[in-house]
């Protein structure tokens, strides 16, 4: 059966991260790929076989063509990105190990995409045909315009009768608390699915976990249900997501997640992740949880397949989720031994 697309709205960035592990001061050179919280969900969605487009911005040069191709690379739909302004924006990225954090430094201001007009984007067009739309607060964050623009497509969603999905992705360098919650709580009417972690909840919507510590590694799911209700009664969303990250080290993670909906908590199974890339594994999650929300699968299938997407990405260089159903199938089936498929 044909599913309506996904459509996404944020920002394009040129990754540069170093070879392997090594720290920015041993780098001579830098590797690069195209990546941004919306665009990784698009590509995930499309390699496991759904229509996906990225609504954006790129400036009308080689690097922005580039960006462009890469999305077409991957069967995501470009037909709606404006073009135009002067930079991609761009995030360096040091890979950590055992118990050194990754790091990661943003050079995104004054990009194409944070200094879009809203009215560079005709959402009535783009949301004629779609099936979903989704933001996150990384979007939000970077401008006013943008601000403006996620309300605006918000508005038109909800016109056209299509689920809102919202990713938090709280980034403190990209704004405080405050400005947060004064841009993001009125989004909230028009997400019908709420995707978060403690710490989003937290500094955006200003509703806590109890019984957490993340830097301790002690996760309280009780605290996270409880959570997940709170916000479901406050703001009236039809689903809330919560990934549970539990970090021995950087090198080693326990990853699981919880879906609250229709007044119940569903839990999926924990991994133990050895972790190649860790970064896009939350978009890997969403991506996974409305793949499985547009195929109608049941509460606790829905968990588990969005978890088990997102386990697979921490195994796999780069942002982009490049899992297909099957593999997605065979982890959450109990297959998890890694051997060698011939």
């Known amino acids: 059966m044909e599913r309506k697309k996904f ?9 540069l991260a170093p070879d392997g592990y090594l720290r920015f001061p041993q780098a001579e050179r830098f590797n690069l790929n195209y990546t941004g919280a919306e665009g990784n969900m698009a590509v995930s969605l499309a390699y496991m076989g759904m229509p996906a487009e990225l609504v954006t911005k790129l400036p009308d040069h080689e690097i922005g063509r580039c960006a462009e191709r890469t999305l077409a690379k ?6 709606h990105i404006a073009y135009g302004g002067e930079r991609l924006g761009v995030y360096y990225l040091e890979r950590g190990a055992s118990q050194r954090p990754s790091k990661v430094i943003y050079d995104r201001k004054h990009s194409a995409f944070a200094e879009a007009d809203p009215s560079e984007y005709d959402w009535d067009t783009i949301l004629a045909d779609a099936g979903w739309f989704h933001f996150t607060g990384i979007t939000a964050a970077l401008s006013n315009k943008t601000a403006i623009a996620c309300r605006e497509a918000c508005i038109a969603a909800k016109r056209h009768g299509v689920p809102v999905s919202c990713d938090l992705n709280y980034r403190k360098s990209l704004w405080t608390t ?10 909230m009417e028009y997400v019908d699915v709420l995707i978060a972690n403690e710490e989003d909840s937290e500094k955006v919507l200003g509703i806590r976990a109890d019984r957490t510590d993340v830097i301790a590694g002690k996760l309280d799911l009780e605290g996270y249900r409880a959570l997940a209700e709170r916000l479901t009664n406050t703001f009236g969303f039809r689903a809330v997501a919560i990934t549970l990250r539990e970090s021995v080290s950087a090198s080693v993670n326990h990853w699981s997640a919880l879906l609250f909906t229709g007044g119940q908590a569903y839990h999926s199974r924990k ?10 594994g939350g978009d890997s999650f969403a991506s996974g949880l409305i793949y499985a929300m547009l195929w109608d699968f049941d509460p606790q299938k829905t968990v588990e397949f969005a978890a088990g997407a997102s386990c697979l990405k921490h195994s796999i260089e780069f942002d982009f989720n490049l899992s297909t159903p099957d593999e997605v199938y065979q982890l959450i089936s109990g297959d998890g031994s890694g051997r ?3």
Do not use: C, K, S, W
């Open 7 to 15: 459509v996404g709205f944020g920002e394009l960035l040129l990754r």
């Open 74 to 79: 991957y069967h995501v739909l470009t037909d």
């Open 178 to 187: 405050e400005r947060a919650q004064q841009v993001m709580l009125p989004l």
């Open 271 to 280: 991994y133990t992740m050895q972790i190649v890339d860790r970064v896009g």
């Open 340 to 342: 060698v498929v011939r």
